[in-house]
């Protein structure tokens, strides 16, 4: 293979790179602030749950994860969700930047204040109101930059799926790295791409944040 054919033929895997990244952010996304907001505002026994799963999962290595539930769960004791080495590391990777969003999510919380809450229930709103209409719009703002950084992690970690079988870029190098024996350009040209698909986005959400924190003087 020319370094042409290596570099179109890794392409290929891109889709499928992106799908778990995006899938598992968005997992993450559902999982993140509902976490951060319990922590924050709910009682004891919630907030020590929420701090152990966060623990969990920040602190067990993605690898670990992905195999037990695709080896364990999946192959070994037959639940059919987790037969499918695609969805087995889009939901680990899930699991993880729900841990990974709650804490940026309640971080975003605490840059707010107490104030803006106090001044939404005494125009009358409820609590939950309060969370949805004046809290929740100001977090997003405020978590944008660490959001970026979250989605650069897991288009990263999205590579430990090569090792359950997932056809993405990684897998697509170590293929050609084992039909070509060429165990040089296939990683380089990955290796860029992985910095194409990650510091764009990142970047751009970085100053996005920045410049919308500065207009609304959050």
């Known amino acids: 293979m020319t370094p042409i054919e290596e570099l179109l033929y890794i392409l290929e895997g891109v889709p499928t790179t992106l799908a778990i990244s995006i899938l598992s952010f968005l997992f993450g996304l559902i999982l993140g602030i509902p976490l951060a907001f319990l922590r924050e505002y709910m009682g004891k026994s919630l907030r020590i749950l929420v701090d152990i799963y966060e623990k969990f999962f920040r602190t067990v290595p993605e690898l670990v994860l992905m195999l037990f539930f695709y080896l364990g769960l999946g192959l070994s004791l037959g639940i059919s969700l987790f037969k499918d080495a695609f969805f087995s590391a889009t939901f680990v ?126």
């Open 93 to 218: 990777l899930g699991l993880r930047s729900g841990a990974n969003q709650s804490q940026i999510f309640r971080g975003a919380i605490r840059g707010i204040g107490e104030t803006q809450m106090l001044v939404a229930r005494s125009l009358g709103l409820s609590k939950l109101q309060a969370i949805f209409y004046v809290i929740i719009p100001q977090t997003f703002i405020i978590a944008t930059p660490g959001l970026g950084s979250e989605y650069a992690l897991l288009v990263k970690d999205s590579a430990y799926s090569f090792i359950l079988g997932v056809i993405d870029m990684m897998k697509k190098a170590d293929i050609i790295r084992k039909t070509t024996l060429d165990m040089v350009f296939p990683y380089i040209a990955t290796a860029f791409l992985y910095i194409i698909l990650t510091f764009p986005i990142a970047i751009y959400l970085d100053k996005w944040g920045g410049r919308k924190k500065k207009q609304l003087g959050l």
